[in-house]
């Protein structure tokens, strides 16, 4: 039996996809089964967090499952849809000193990802953060402290997927602050631009 103690080498997910990827239009749904459970978890996860009380259901049950919808949530979208949806992925290895390292990557090549699909991946992925911090200045607002828990667990978590999936589409050495500045900075020179062309 022989191991493999010294290979350091990583093996990408990627490769298995490269043909596959190639095949495929450009346009339309590929990864309807990803988009869908990508949606999924953290739609129920709001709508639990959201209904759970009006339908008189006990608080420990509901934070529970809201608890396991947000860990599939963050499960599935770091591990599966950002690699099928945007080819981008994240995660964390231990070297053999024992330091631990972010490792971010965006698949290499021309491998095109339909426009709807990435569209509706970083939609998700920046709506459900935003709608989150919301709800967590609305438990301070109204004091629902015992609801406080679970929505900073529903920050973090997917505050933790956007922020990876941001390191990884723009590089490790652009900061969240500059991305999020020149994008909205794009936006106000695009409205300006076409009210311009319009008068």
């Not at 090549?109 to 991946?121: I, K, N, Q, T």
């Amino acid at each position: 039996m022989l191991t493999d103690e010294n290979n350091d080498e990583d093996v990408s997910l990627f490769d298995a996809e490269e043909d596959s990827g190639k095949r495929s239009k450009k346009g339309g749904v590929k990864h309807p089964v990803a988009l869908f459970f990508l949606l999924l978890f953290r739609v129920c996860a709001l709508l639990v967090y959201l209904f759970c009380e009006i339908f008189g259901a006990s608080s420990i049950s509901s934070m529970v499952c809201i608890i396991l919808l947000l860990s599939a949530d963050f499960w599935t979208v770091k591990n599966v849809s950002g690699r099928l949806l945007v080819g981008l992925r994240w995660w964390n290895q231990v070297d053999d000193d024992g330091q631990s390292r972010w490792v971010y990557e965006s698949r290499k090549g021309a491998v095109a990802h339909s426009a709807s699909e990435a569209r509706l991946f970083w939609l998700g992925l920046v709506v459900a953060p935003v709608l989150w911090s919301l709800l967590t200045f609305t438990c301070l607002i109204y004091f629902r402290i015992k609801w406080l828990p679970v929505v900073v667990m529903a920050l973090v978590l997917n505050g933790a997927n956007l922020y990876g999936y941001v390191k990884c589409k723009y590089g490790t050495k652009t900061s969240l602050k500059t991305v999020a500045t020149n994008y909205f900075g794009r936006q106000f020179l695009k409205q300006a631009l076409s009210k311009e062309e319009e008068s």
